[in-house]
């Protein structure tokens, strides 16, 4: 008997969001904690399998459209986390994402570019994905990423 995909899962399948092969931690931490009813995501950045994607400094190496990629990129590990280690049927809604980018010293397209992963977290979890959401230009990230994001979810 064939297993019925929800329409959750039908999104990330056609946006090719996979829960196999997920970013693991690069410290002492764990990927998605619980405590009572929040799930806070560590740090995401744009990682697809075991490859680094656009890294440098926005403005600089990469453009905003890249930055824009970088961030939607994140949220798809983020969504996949949270899918693989909880699960989006016990997810009451995001609550709040924080986006944190690395950029030249006069680039400015912070908003733009966190956009990215606003809009996939609208895109997979519609309702659900509402969210407020934080910006913070920092001087560098691990593994020279452009893009790293974090994020809190609320659950049934």
Not at 23 to 44: E, L
Not at 67 to 93: C, H, P, R, S, W
Not at 95 to 107: F, P, T
């Amino acid at each position: 008997m064939e297993k019925t995909l929800s329409p959750l899962q039908e999104r990330l399948l056609a946006l090719g969001i996979s829960v196999s092969d997920l970013p693991r931690p690069g410290g002492s931490y764990v990927s998605v904690n619980v405590r009572g009813a929040i799930a806070y995501v560590a740090i995401q950045f744009p990682i697809r399998g075991k490859e680094y994607h656009f890294r440098g400094r926005l403005g600089q190496e990469l453009s905003t459209a890249e930055g824009y990629e970088a961030a939607t990129l994140a949220a798809m590990n983020a969504v996949a986390q949270v899918e693989n280690y909880v699960g989006f049927d016990k997810v009451l809604g995001l609550n709040h994402v924080d986006v944190y980018y690395q950029s030249a010293e006069e680039w400015d397209d912070g908003p733009l570019v966190a956009n990215g992963a606003s809009d996939l977290f609208l895109k997979v979890l519609e309702e659900k994905g509402q969210h407020t959401r934080s910006i913070f230009g920092v001087h560098k990230l691990p593994r020279n990423f452009s893009v790293g994001i974090s994020c809190t979810f609320t659950l049934l």
